[in-house]
């Protein structure tokens, strides 16, 4: 399979799956690495890799549509089969969500449908919930509202940080992502109905 990765930021996530795929390279290759920000040093990760690299740089573009039909561009011109989310800061017009329907990961970091959009550790925290966690689900033109693959929680004890819940949020996404996408690889996963399937089973 080939997989292209669309980053904002630092790419830790997307530095989990360089190091998985690097052990599963029969099942799949990362063959582009988008970001929407020059500066993003997952940029620097994916050259590290020797994993071409893009820059689309949203503030160049008038507006969504043009902006996400560069991207999709990108994305078709290397035939990927499956778009990776890995802390992409950017929502996404329906058009572009629908041309992926089914081949088109996210990551959350929060237990949905608890906490869509931005700021999760702090408002988790807020409302003094217990567990907090992730979630990586198939993308749908509702944003961080697709059909939940797979979930992974955390407590929140005493004395909880944001930057300490952030933390431990981002170590299970950590293990979490790249064994998604090898779920996916290996044909396994699929999107049928607006539901998740794993090996002929509703998630
Ligand atoms: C992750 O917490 C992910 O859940 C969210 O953005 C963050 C990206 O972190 N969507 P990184 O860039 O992979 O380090």
Redesign the pocket.
Known sequence: KRIAVL??????????IIDHQKAHADLYEIVLVISNRPN???LQRAQDANIPTLVVDHTEYDNRETFDQALQTAIDAQSADLVV?????RILTPGFTKHYLGKML????SLLPKYTGLN?HQRALEAGDKKHG?SIHFVTPELDGGPVILQAEVDIETGETEQSL?DK??KQ??IAYPLVVQWFAEDKLFLKDNQAWLNQNCL
């Open positions: 980053i904002s930021g630092s790419g830790s996530n997307l530095q989990a993003a040093y997952g989310l890995a802390g992409f800061m996210n990551i959350h970091p999760t992730l952030a949020v981002h996404e950590h």
